[in-house]
């Protein structure tokens, strides 16, 4: 697609309920990343994938937390047994490789609200 | 660990005027790479500049150009001739080049109003 794309936009979940986050990278790009935007504050690094290789998950926040990335494309965040502290809004990013040289596309995020 | 200060959470600036946003940041590290975003009320992160650490020579794009001061692990950016369509959060990041270690650490961000 022309760009990174995330869905649903909007999640509204009550205390305890598992969510699932989806992101779609830019074609061809090999590094995908999961971060976590929480009110007022800058971003914060979740999770980072590269091509077959072993995820770097040093952000996860807690075992509540897991993602996965399916044929090196999509890839899915999942939130177990969600805590209100857990709302934020999630922004996926993607780029061609993970040298730094390459810019971060992000994408339009997912605002989590747990009731 | 690395850390980026953004020391103004608000600015505003006068419609065609000019205005500078701060950012310091704390690594031990000799090559890395600085960028600012913009992210608008949609949501939608946009890379407004990025400086590579080893260049000296600021990077500019359009209105938008950088004060890259690596002594002072400084990098402030300077948006020239304001538009409306500047207002957004604008946040600081920094990243490493270390092959498999690109997460970007960002700041707390700072809100620009431009005043019509």
């Known amino acids: 697609g022309a760009g990174v794309s995330q869905s649903p936009s909007n999640k509204v979940t009550e205390k305890g309920k598992d969510v699932e986050l989806r992101c779609d990278p830019i074609?061809?790009?090999?590094?995908l990343y999961w971060y976590r935007q929480s009110l007022g504050q800058g971003l914060e690094f979740l999770i980072y994938?590269?091509?077959?290789?072993?995820?770097?998950k040093s952000g996860l926040p807690s075992d509540r937390f897991s993602a996965e990335r399916t044929g090196g494309s999509v890839s899915t965040l999942t939130i177990q047994r969600t805590q209100q502290e857990d709302s934020a809004v999630y922004l996926c990013?993607?780029?061609?490789?993970?040298?730094?040289?390459?810019?971060?596309?992000f994408g339009p995020g997912t605002r989590l609200t747990v009731l | 660990a690395q850390t980026v200060t953004q020391s103004q959470p608000e600015m505003s600036v006068q419609e065609a005027e000019t205005v500078t946003l701060s950012c310091t940041y704390d690594?031990?590290?000799?090559?890395?790479?600085l960028f600012w975003y913009k992210q608008p009320p949609s949501r939608q992160m946009i890379l407004v500049i990025r400086?590579?650490?080893?260049?000296?020579q600021n990077a500019t794009e359009n209105r938008f150009s950088v004060n890259f001061q690596k002594a002072a692990k400084s990098f402030s950016l300077k948006i020239s001739d304001s538009q409306l369509g500047d207002a957004a959060m604008y946040f600081c990041?920094?990243?490493?080049?270390?092959?498999?270690?690109?997460?970007?650490?960002f700041g707390t961000g700072t809100r620009l109003t431009i005043i019509p």
């Open positions: 990013a993607s780029s061609k490789t993970s040298v730094g040289t390459d810019t971060q596309y």
């Open positions: 074609s061809g790009h090999t590094a």
């Open positions: 994938f590269q091509g077959n290789s072993a995820p770097d």
């Open positions: 690594t031990s590290e000799s090559d890395y790479y």
């Open positions: 400086q590579e650490a080893y260049k000296q």
């Open positions: 990041a920094y990243g490493i080049s270390n092959f498999g270690n690109e997460k970007l650490t």
